[in-house]
């Protein structure tokens, strides 16, 4: 059989807490080519070898500030960065036609608008969380609702979440997205839905939807054990995304 061609990614803010992973998951798995390593100017680590930076054998990746020079040989650009920063990163890589795939959170609504303004020349992935676990939780949340509005019944809903203290986002934009599915799953109104949150320790993610139907209560929750479920859920997305069309793409859109 003729072997499968490698995806080539370069990832920015490679030496950050989801990037690193994100590089290590991508340098063991054969579907990947890490071919640019990305990190702001300030990092201490501009100009060393992305694996020895890593505790890994050389890779002859040498990490950058220069965009155009990071995204010359690669595919996709794997973001989990700051919005400020993905924007820059973006701007690049619409020059440059390369795809982008961003784990980003925290945009304004002014940011997400740039962004997809920008996926009109090139294909751009955006998921405030990349678990495959998170996303089996929304459509739990979307086929349950179905059956309760079915028989009629309107719920109390509410939704509870918590990180570690270094999020800088409150609450987190899977808590936000998982009140638009609920207000749009139930016909609800804006304040129908509240949202409520907590930072505590090094807290990866925990998030719980409640229904109370009065007499009895409907609770489904989610807990990240460990953050390489969102660098593998972002590599399992990249090799959809490889041979993708410029438009913005989401979990809903690549997932039907």
Same mark, same amino acid.
């Given at each position: 059989m003729p072997s499968t061609k490698r995806v080539k990614v370069a990832i920015a803010g490679c030496c950050g807490r989801m990037g690193s992973l994100v590089c290590n998951l991508a340098l063991e798995d054969a579907s990947f080519q890490v071919t640019g390593a990305l990190e702001s100017a300030r990092n201490a680590n501009l100009g060393q070898d992305l694996g020895q930076t890593l505790g890994r054998a050389t890779t002859q990746v040498i990490i950058t500030e220069d965009i155009p020079s990071a995204l010359a040989d690669a595919q996709i650009l794997i973001d989990f960065t700051t919005p400020e920063a993905?924007?820059?990163? =973006?701007? #690049? =890589?619409a020059q440059l036609k390369k795809t982008m795939l961003i784990g980003t959170t925290g945009f304004s609504p002014a940011q997400m608008k740039?962004?997809?303004?920008? !996926?009109?020349k090139i294909p751009i992935f955006w998921s405030s969380n990349m678990s495959i676990g998170i996303l089996a939780v929304r459509r739990m949340l979307q086929k349950s609702a179905r059956v309760l509005v079915d028989f009629g019944l309107t719920p109390k809903l509410s939704v509870?979440?918590?990180?570690? #203290?270094? /999020? /800088?986002?409150a609450p987190s934009g899977t808590a936000k997205q998982i009140k638009e599915d609920l207000l749009k799953a139930f016909s609800a109104k804006e304040?129908? #839905?509240? #949202?409520t949150y907590d930072r505590k320790g090094e807290e990866i993610g925990y998030h719980q939807v409640a229904v109370d139907l009065g007499q009895e209560v409907i609770k489904i929750e989610h807990q990240a054990k460990s953050r390489e479920i969102f660098a593998a859920g972002a590599l399992a997305? !990249? /090799? /959809?995304m490889a041979k993708s069309k410029p438009g913005f793409y989401t979990m809903d859109s690549l997932y039907q």
């Open positions: 993905t924007l820059g990163h =973006a701007q #690049v =890589a740039n962004l997809q303004s920008l !996926a009109k509870f979440e918590i990180h570690h #203290v270094h /999020k /800088k986002d304040n129908q #839905v509240p #949202v997305i !990249a /090799k /959809k």
